[in-house]
């Protein structure tokens, strides 16, 4: 099946800092998701963006198709960005069926 | 708009027991998909139901089955619990739009397993 690499694995940034967040995966997909879980476990879909470029206010994703990776923007970070953030990719053609990478611990410090 | 509704929240069951556990979807949406989230495995698709038909499954044993009924609410079950399904059980739903599939997913059933 379609494999899906995040990087890194885990993040420290003072609060204002900016990172950069990276999701390989290892075939075409036709859904790829960013999501962000919160400590309570809930996951939060942040973008839809299987191509293209999309931004939610400090938030921004870039997915290049043709090379097979993804990129998560986050600008100005605060403390409740803290958390894991998943991009997910479905290769099936369903669209419902969503292989998650291993996600990047993100903790924002004041 | 009412989001993804999971019950129980929080469960403790022992060794061998079963466990049911119940996702309402956003109203409208057809497409109600279950995954499992362990520290050790990670996020893994479990199934996906459409219009009350099982479409996709994944690489789980058949303790772990699952219905949806005519009003788009779905059931899980898992039969004869090991201490290894002992994790958070997250559902999704989805409309299916052509173009666009955005799963939204409950806040979860966390189930202990003693």
């Known amino acids: 099946g379609i494999q899906v690499e995040q990087s890194p694995p885990d993040l420290i940034l003072q609060e204002g800092a900016n990172s950069t967040l990276r999701c390989n995966f290892s075939?075409?997909?036709?859904?790829l998701q960013w999501f962000h879980q919160n400590p309570w476990g809930q996951l939060i879909n942040l973008f839809y963006?299987?191509?293209g470029t999309k931004q939610n206010g400090r938030l921004s994703a870039t997915t290049v198709a043709t090379e097979r990776y993804s990129l998560l923007y986050i600008s100005s970070s605060q403390t409740t960005d803290s958390g894991v953030y998943f991009c997910a990719v479905d290769d099936t053609g369903t669209a419902s069926k969503l292989t998650f990478g291993t996600g990047t611990r993100l903790q924002v410090t004041l | 708009k009412a989001g993804v509704t999971q019950t129980p929240r929080y469960l403790i069951k022992t060794r061998g027991q079963q466990v049911t556990l119940s996702c309402s979807p956003i109203?409208?949406?057809?497409?109600v998909s279950w995954y499992q989230q362990t520290p050790g495995q990670g996020l893994q698709f479990l199934f996906e139901y459409f219009s009350e038909t099982q479409r996709n499954k994944g690489n789980f044993p058949g303790r772990f089955s699952g219905r949806q009924f005519s009003n788009s609410r779905s059931e899980m079950n898992v039969s004869t619990l090991e201490l290894g399904d002992s994790a958070l059980y997250l559902c999704a739903s989805s409309l299916l739009e052509s173009g666009a599939n955005v799963l939204t997913f409950g806040a979860g059933s966390r189930l202990t397993v003693l």
């Open positions: 963006i299987p191509s």
């Open positions: 109203s409208g949406h057809r497409s």
């Open positions: 075939d075409s997909v036709n859904n």
